[in-house]
């Protein structure tokens, strides 16, 4: 770490003595020059307000002359002392406790205490407090700047000034809501932050170190002023510096030329802007971005600091707003990290479950499914996926992947493959997932994880697919949500649903939906698929109410493509004008069609 550099006492013309840290004269992390500290010095003695600095171990190392005169004493007798010096007995120790509280919260305090001056007098200073830190948001000094409003509140001009700037504060601040987007939130949150006087520009940064910082809102009194546009990036370095700073507490940076980052100073100072006061917006432990206002007053960041209460009235209402959005935002961008690394690492593998004719048990199909290394929900899974706009993505890593492990799978079945709406409609993307079939027919299943918004759409850019390509609905029978979906889509496979399936050997009322379901399918020549069968009870009957093809453990778990190398499988059959894939086998057609309801009763 380097060497931090040594503090240097000068004297001022009131006999006080100031001994700034690193840190104190600007605000920032980086020293002031010797003109600079002069200037500031000169200021604060010139000063109305009165102004008391100690160091972080809470002792006086400068009053100003304004100070002086308030309090009676000389300055000479408060360098070293604690400030409770001048404590008048009249508040509790809870009080001084809860300005402590807010100190370590929020960085600063603004009220009103009851000092007794060197004559024993009493007198009511209204103050602001602030703690003031170094780069790496160690505490580095105490800043107390007020003035005595004892028996003058309703005249003293500064006093008036402030109160009406207050109200108007407090009235922007009630008016202010969200938006309909992040964007438009964060823009009225920076109007509200234009209403504090002396504020040029104001801007609301969101980000992480991992994602990097954006500008989400901003607004200045004129467009000259404008430094980094709404929507850009901030750099790397900078914001890099503003989270990791943001951790600690507001601050105050001032626009000098010779500042580390000059090139992003000079454009501060080429747009005539002097100081900016930053404030974090914190969710939880969570730095989410910061807010931050700027000031083209001449001199010094003392003004940014006197607003500082008001901007964090801002922030704690900017915070309720944005939060749910970011936090949102946030977990999407963890997602979609998860799902980038499993994708980059290949921390899943494809296995298979076949499709069988009920009589003989012959593979007419293989489904193909994935399995994550570590993932207990994959239906979860994929809905996240989804939700952080890497679903069609990580589908056709996986389509990829399942077509060429299903090489060694024995030849003629199909290959079925899940995808959701949104991969059907990215043709070109699917269309690469498949190019490795070899000859192998295509099954999509289509899920139905996610609404379809235009079936004619979704129909068309499934005909644009090249090669045996037909569709199936999966889970058919779990609402009337997915009959629309088989209305709409006319599928060539219709899947049942495991939970109609389930106990139907024994429940009338699941084999009548059965039926239903297999007529409605042999009046639009799709072919119905039971799927989780997994007795021989249920297969039987199943085949004996006119089901021809199956899906579940009776004849297989889902397993490696060369686990199944032996299994029987039926030679596929091509009907004119259709896909070459195999069929229900059958030498009369009109055998698909279902026998009437009172089968199922005579048996």
Known sequence: MPEQPQPTSVRVGSGSRLAPSPALADGSATPPTDAGREMLIAALDGTSDSVLITDQDVRITYVNPSFVKMSGYRAEDLIGQNPRILASRLHSAEY??????????????????????????????????????????????????????????DTRPPLVAMDRERDEITDAIARLSAGATVAETATRIAETLLSIAGIETAGVLLGSVADGMCVVGGAARSPVFQVVGIGQEVPIERARHLLERAAHGPWVEAWTPDRDDVSYASAMVANGLNASLFVPLVNGTTVMGVLAVSTRQEGDTMSLVAHMSSVLEIALVARTLLAPVISTQAALAETRRRIESIIATGGFRSVFQPIVQLGTGAAVGFEALARFDGAGDRVGLFADAHRAGVGPILEAELAQAAVAASHALPDGPWLSINVSPALALDTERLAAALSDRRGRSIVLEITESQPVADYAALQAAIGRLDGDILVAVDDEGAGAANLFHLVELRPQFVKMDRSLVRGIDGDITRQALAVGLLHFGAATECQVIAEGVETEAESRRLAALGMRLGQGYLWGRPMAAPSFRDFPVVTPLRRPGAAHVPIASTTDPGARVPRHLALIQAS
Request: proline share 0%; with cysteine; charged share 30%.
């Open 96 to 153: 001084f406790a809860r300005i402590w509280r807010a100190l370590d919260d929020t960085g600063m305090w603004t009220g009103e205490v009851v000092n007794e001056r060197a004559d024993g007098g009493l007198y009511l200073e209204q103050r602001t407090i602030t703690r003031v830190c170094d780069a790496m948001g160690k505490v580095t000094a105490y800043v107390a700047i007020g003035w005595d409003v004892t028996g003058r509140r």
